[in-house]
């Protein structure tokens, strides 16, 4: 027969090992996996919108254009040459579109509202009549 003395530490260490696991599940941060979601190489295919809803291409505008995501520094080169390159951060902000959304921040930037989609990014401006940019994971 176990004394009961063990039987009452044994049920504390439990309570306290189960609220210790829920603090910490409950402090990881969703903005931040989702930063890490970014990390790669991301080929532009496409940007359409505007007043007009005019379509964009790398075909059409003779350009390419490759954002680099890594250690939260948004990288930007446009015909392989280097345009920017910016610390980033990712927060769950209000939409223009409704609801809250994840959004790209850049200091002296406009947010911009993000969504993966399999090896798809799409970007979009939050401001009215403005564009979305859909880029293709290279790496």
């Known amino acids: 027969m176990k004394p009961k003395f063990n039987n009452v530490k044994t049920k504390k260490m439990k309570k306290v090992a189960y609220v210790f696991i829920t603090l910490l599940l409950l402090s ?9 979601l970014l990390n790669g190489k991301w080929n532009w295919v496409s940007s359409s919108g505007g007043i007009v809803g005019k379509t964009m291409t790398p075909a059409s505008e003779n350009k390419t254009i490759v954002l680099e995501f890594y250690n939260s520094i948004m990288t ?3 015909n392989g040459n280097l345009v920017s390159e910016d610390p980033f951060s990712v927060e769950t902000r209000e939409s223009i ?20 989609i399999g090896k798809k990014l799409y970007l979009s401006d939050e401001c009215y009549d403005c564009y979305q940019y859909e880029y293709e994971l290279i790496k």
């Open 76 to 78: 930007k080169y446009e």
């Open 28 to 36: 990881c941060n969703s903005d931040e996996s989702a930063e890490n």
């Open 97 to 116: 579109m409704g609801g809250e959304r994840k959004m790209i921040i850049i200091d002296n930037s406009e947010a911009q509202s993000f969504e993966i």
